[in-house]
């Protein structure tokens, strides 16, 4: 299912994780400001069109281009789908969790971009999958894709928006402008795509042609290398180059109140080895609304409803008789989360040297995630997918804007509801039983500490991570699997 196209829009998105990057620490950002604010006119009929455009471009390229099997559709196959119904699909994990919730973002944005608001754009995510779903493909419609691309392509899309927008300004030209523009087109197509069209592109105006606000942003980039071992495999570990990106957009300590997305923390991960997959992490968190609960001299606390997109992936090889096999350690997935959580802030000071203590708690309902199987081992799938509960607190400390420290601890809960009634079923086919995986209980924990030294715009952290799932399964023996890694970094924040 859109195998190979999804594999180059990941490839894509990929270009423009470069301007984005999870809040620790909080350095001095840079603040963005902008004359006046264009406000977008509200076409809903165009939105709709070019959330049909996009479907047809999509099965033009993987009928015409990549002759994929699953793009050959009729009048027969639409029927089909409609008689079959909605079940579970078996497509690769960085497909289902990633790919899929990044199609959904250009649907989302085909509104987004034409004058429509969050809540009035988030509908075209979910019909745009819908319409995928059931006529442009020969294969049985899929409810994760259906919840990936739609949930998940609401977060992804509504980021996207806003970072272009920041890249926005007419009054630019030459070399800069070209900057500018090609960045708005790999982080937001929909939005590039309406530019041209209106010819704001190449035009030079006296404004901007922003539609948000000034807004404080925090942009860290940072590489090193990477040592990946579980217990059992200590010393035949793998060993990485990475690149890690983090992107605090907006305070949430500036606001009396907030709207969809006024803030939010963005952290991506990229891993550089023959062994191990090229996006290793993604966690966004984004608020939905909120609203100051304290606010003091130097004392704030900030709750609200938040919607969250984590996103972890690993492999690496190890000897085994003597032979070197790939296995995963790890993968997990909240594509679909939503919860309340409390943001905390103060300024305090130590030995008279100033000292900032900051923490984030959030528990949610996770509608879809995935969590890496034992024994399911179906077509391109080797995870469960199932819905449960998440929570997360991170606690950190920034002392003399020098030294700072960060532990995190996100807890997920997914169980997979339905699973194979007997283990035999399995030799079955695959495309007329479609379940979530082995119907099991998964709890996942990851853990982190990370340690900066940051005096000046650059910094150099050590960051120490483990992974640990205990899954109890309904037919075979319960499983428990421990992993760590092990990060030095070098990088500059601004």
């Known amino acids: 299912m859109k195998r190979r196209f999804l594999s180059l829009l990941l490839l894509y998105i990929l270009s423009s994780i470069s301007l984005s990057a999870q809040r620790f620490p909080m350095v001095q950002g840079i603040e963005l400001d902008t004359d006046s604010l264009f406000s977008l006119p509200k076409r809903p009929w165009r939105a709709i069109g070019k959330t049909i455009g996009v479907n047809l471009a999509v099965w033009g390229f993987d009928h015409f281009i990549m002759n994929e099997d699953f793009a050959d559709i009729s009048w027969q196959t639409i029927k089909s789908n409609f008689q079959t119904g909605f079940g579970w699909d078996n497509d690769k994990f960085v497909t289902n969790l990633f790919a899929h919730p990044y199609h959904g973002s250009l649907y989302f944005n085909a509104a987004r971009s034409n004058g429509l608001s969050f809540r009035h754009s988030a509908p075209f995510a979910f019909f745009g999958s819908l319409m995928w779903e059931l006529l442009m493909e020969n294969e049985p419609p899929s409810i994760n894709d259906l919840c990936a691309t739609t949930i998940g392509g609401i977060a992804l899309g509504e ?52 539609i948000f606000q000034s807004v404080p942003i925090n942009i860290v ?22 690149l890690n990106l983090r992107f605090d957009y907006g305070d949430p300590f500036r606001s009396e109140t907030f709207s969809p997305y006024d803030f939010f923390q963005f952290k991506a991960g990229l891993s550089f080895s023959e062994s191990q997959p090229l996006l290793s992490q993604i966690n966004l968190i984004g608020i939905l609304s909120g609203c100051q609960l304290l606010a003091h001299e130097r004392t704030v606390l900030v709750g609200g409803l938040f919607q969250h997109f984590d996103y972890y992936n690993s492999e690496k090889r190890i000897s085994k008789n003597s032979e070197e096999v790939l296995v995963t350690p790890y993968r997990i997935s909240q594509v679909a989360a939503l919860g309340g959580g409390l943001i905390f802030q103060h300024h305090g000071k130590f030995r008279r040297r100033p000292l900032e203590l900051y923490a984030e708690t959030y528990l949610n309902v996770v509608p879809m995630g995935a969590s890496l199987s034992d024994h399911y081992n179906v077509d391109n799938r080797d995870y469960n997918l199932g819905s449960g509960l998440s929570g997360k607190l991170y606690l950190g400390a920034t002392y003399n804007d020098l030294w700072s420290w960060l532990l995190g601890v996100e807890s997920y809960r997914l169980y997979t509801w339905i699973g194979y009634e007997e283990p035999h079923q399995k030799n079955t086919d695959v495309s007329s039983f479609m379940v979530q995986g082995d119907e099991s209980k998964a709890r996942l924990l990851v ?48």
């Open 447 to 494: 853990t982190s500490s990370e340690f900066a030294f940051h005096p000046g715009p650059w910094h150099v952290a050590i960051v120490a991570r483990r992974f640990i799932r205990k899954t109890a399964y309904q037919f075979y023996p319960n499983v428990s699997f421990d992993t760590g890694d092990i990060q030095l970094r070098v990088g500059f924040h601004f």
């Open 159 to 210: 980021m996207g928006h806003r970072l272009s927008d920041l890249l926005i300004d007419n009054r630019t030209t030459g070399w800069e402008r070209m900057g500018r523009e090609v960045a708005i087109a790999l982080i937001n197509p929909m939005r590039f795509l309406n530019r041209l069209t209106a010819g704001e592109v190449t035009s030079v105006g006296s404004s901007s042609g922003q």
């Open 221 to 242: 980039v940072d590489a090193g290398f990477r040592f990946l071992a579980d217990k059992r495999h200590a010393r035949t570990g793998a060993t990485a180059l990475t």
